[in-house]
């Protein structure tokens, strides 16, 4: 069963940088296409970002494309989200998620997927 673990959040202050990783265990991570979504409170989840499972293609969320940068290491069963010139409304809890195996694409819909982390809060703010 695949289980997903976020780690690497924290305050910053607006304009800061931070690094979201998730360990990915149960699977094979290179069948997987993966995404990060983010929730904040009284609000739909969002798609932040997601890469196919050849990690050929990303795409991103249109508050934070160009800010924001997914990455995976499948040697080391990871996935990153790299975050700069963080907002004030970039503060969330923020998702790793994976959908079923072999699924092709990169997904920013929160349906696509089934396997979801506990979450990381990320707080920006001054």
């Known amino acids: 069963q695949v289980q997903l673990v976020e780690s690497g959040g924290g305050l910053v202050q607006p304009g800061g940088s931070l690094t979201l990783s998730c360990a990915f265990s149960g699977s094979t991570l290179p069948a997987y296409a993966l995404g990060w979504f983010r929730q904040a409170p009284g609000q739909e989840r969002e798609g932040v970002a997601c890469v196919t499972n050849t990690n050929f293609w990303r795409d991103y969320g249109p508050s934070v494309k160009g800010r924001f940068t997914i990455s995976r290491d499948n040697g080391k069963n990871t996935v990153f989200l790299q975050m700069n010139n963080l907002k004030p409304e970039d503060s969330a809890v923020y998702y790793c998620?994976?959908?079923?195996?072999?699924?092709?694409?990169?997904?920013?819909?929160?349906?696509?997927?089934?396997?979801w982390g506990q979450g990381a809060q990320v707080t920006v703010s001054s």
């Open positions: 998620a994976a959908p079923p195996p072999f699924k092709l694409g990169c997904f920013l819909n929160a349906d696509d997927y089934n396997t």
